[in-house]
């Protein structure tokens, strides 16, 4: 079944992708919602980028692990899994710098991001 929810997902994406594209071209000047939901993986991965300089990052959608469940939509950008290596977080605990994270990505969770797994280390860490 994970699988199929996987693939629902991916299509669903795609769909969505071209709807942004399509919708741009007619209009250049109106925001649509749909195109903002798409671009938050990207926007979650700027502003950590911009914020922390790290030497690693990766954002994961893990929405389509989560169909059937709380806040899932099937166009995804809803559960999200950052894994991040950076110095700022060196000497921070792992509190420390989950709500230095939060504290960054508030608009996001107040605004459609329903989970964020937090992976966060510096450099040189085990498992960094």
């Known amino acids: 079944m994970t699988d199929q929810y996987a693939r629902v997902?991916?299509?669903?994406?795609?769909?969505?992708?071209c709807?942004?594209?399509?919708?741009?071209?007619?209009?250049?000047?109106?925001?649509?919602?749909?195109?903002?939901?798409?671009?938050r993986r990207d926007l979650i991965a700027?502003?950590?980028?911009q914020a922390f300089a790290p030497e690693s990052l990766k954002v994961l959608?893990?929405?389509h692990q989560h169909a059937g469940h709380a806040a899932y939509r099937v166009s995804g950008e809803t559960h999200f899994r950052v894994y991040i290596v950076a110095?700022?977080?060196r000497g921070k605990s792992r509190l420390e710098r989950h709500r230095m994270i939060n504290d960054l990505l508030g608009a996001e969770l107040q605004g459609g991001v329903h989970a964020l797994a937090i992976h966060a280390a510096a450099p040189g860490e085990a498992g960094a």
């Open 46 to 49: 700027d502003k950590l980028t």
């Open 19 to 39: 709807v942004c594209a399509i919708l741009s071209l007619v209009d250049r000047q109106v925001s649509f919602p749909v195109c903002d939901v798409m671009a």
């Open 61 to 63: 959608d893990e929405s």
């Open 87 to 89: 110095e700022a977080f």
């Open 9 to 17: 997902a991916e299509i669903s994406s795609s769909l969505d992708n």
